[in-house]
């Protein structure tokens, strides 16, 4: 059995998505407590409980201690079968990080999974944007043999949510490690800016407006979609998400998410001053995909190399435990302003 304390590292969410996953994986029994112990509603809050009964479903888990506020789960998996899931989260709660939960599970199924998760949010508060993930994690495992497509079929804020997305992902036995040794050149950058039923005050346009007039002055042209979506009549919201593309394949993003009171103008530097650190640092993944590739980069025979401007407490906790579950080896070292992570 994997016996997991939540409260160690950082003490988040990250080490209940990780643990369940490889627990999946591995089809090995896991016991978690202290789940969330260092955050300040510990326990499971509806994402995590979702997140946990997603990924029984996608396993045929037994799982005993999941309901709200619970800060101690026992979880035995079953076979990966795949098909056809179904996922409601009921809140405002992160879309993607019920995500990252469970993507990692639908690569080992015995056959393609198509996932729906409904009543979330998509862009909220501490956590990436939906479209972040779009354009910029999945992109990036493609690299390592993830094959997997996401519809947004509504956009979810806090505090109502009501987002809904589409999550197709192909069986992938043998993941291919990441080598992404070198920045290269850059090609271009990107972005898109999302706004839900906001058209008549131009939200969309002024957070693009003032991400491009940033970058601007900085030297640098981004090329920015503008999206004006009536996809929930129930939330309005925006957000907005940029990148990086190199010619040596690496993407760095940035992304910001739109609040009460926050005027668009906050909104669009906020994602730009994102991106111009990254961008200036010249890493080869910008500090949130750094964390979010571990698990990927564990399971993947061979060695994976990447590089980050920063060691976050993400980062630590999810190599720690990847390490932990797993038994491989990471090295970090620090090398001029950039941190090197390989995994041989």
Not at 181 to 196: A, D, H, N, Q, W
């Amino acid at each position: 059995m994997l016996e997991v304390d939540g409260s160690e590292k950082s003490g988040s969410g990250t080490i209940l998505r990780i643990s369940v996953a490889f627990a999946a994986i591995l089809n090995e029994e896991l016991h978690i407590y202290n789940i969330r112990k260092r955050r300040s509603s510990p326990g499971l809050r509806p994402q995590h409980l979702e997140a946990v009964l997603t990924a029984a479903r996608l396993c045929r888990a037994e799982v005993k201690g999941a309901r709200l506020g619970s800060d101690e789960i026992w979880f035995k998996p079953g076979k990966v079968l795949g098909g056809d899931v179904e996922a409601e989260i009921g809140t405002a709660g992160s879309i993607p990080m019920l995500i990252l939960t469970v993507l990692p599970i639908c690569l080992y199924a015995e056959r393609g999974v198509s996932l729906r998760i409904s009543k979330g949010g998509t862009d909220v508060r501490n956590a990436p944007t939906i479209n972040y993930l779009r354009h910029i994690l999945l992109p990036t495992l493609r690299k390592m043999g993830v094959e997997a497509s996401l519809k947004v079929d509504a956009y979810g804020y806090y505090p109502v949510g009501m987002g809904e997305i589409h999550l197709q992902v192909d069986p992938c036995k043998r993941l291919r490690p990441l080598q992404l040794p070198e920045f290269g050149k850059i090609k271009k950058i990107r972005g898109l800016s999302v706004c839900t039923f906001l058209k008549e005050r131009r939200v969309a346009e002024r957070q693009a407006e003032a991400a491009r007039k940033y970058l601007k002055a900085r030297g640098i042209k981004a090329e920015i979609d503008v999206l004006y979506d009536t996809s929930n009549p129930l939330q309005k919201g925006s957000s907005l998400v940029l990148w990086a593309e190199a010619d040596s394949g690496v993407l760095l993003g940035g992304d910001a998410i739109g609040e009460l009171r926050k005027p668009s103008e906050v909104v669009g530097r906020e994602a730009a001053e994102n991106l111009f650190m990254e961008f200036n640092a010249r890493p080869t993944a910008d500090i949130h995909l750094a964390d979010m590739v571990v698990p990927y980069v564990g399971l993947a025979k061979g060695e994976s190399t990447y590089t980050v401007r920063d060691l976050t407490e993400h980062l630590d906790t999810n190599i720690w435990l990847t390490e932990k579950i797993l038994g491989t080896k990471f090295h970090v070292e620090k090398a001029d302003h950039l941190y090197r992570v390989e995994k041989s």
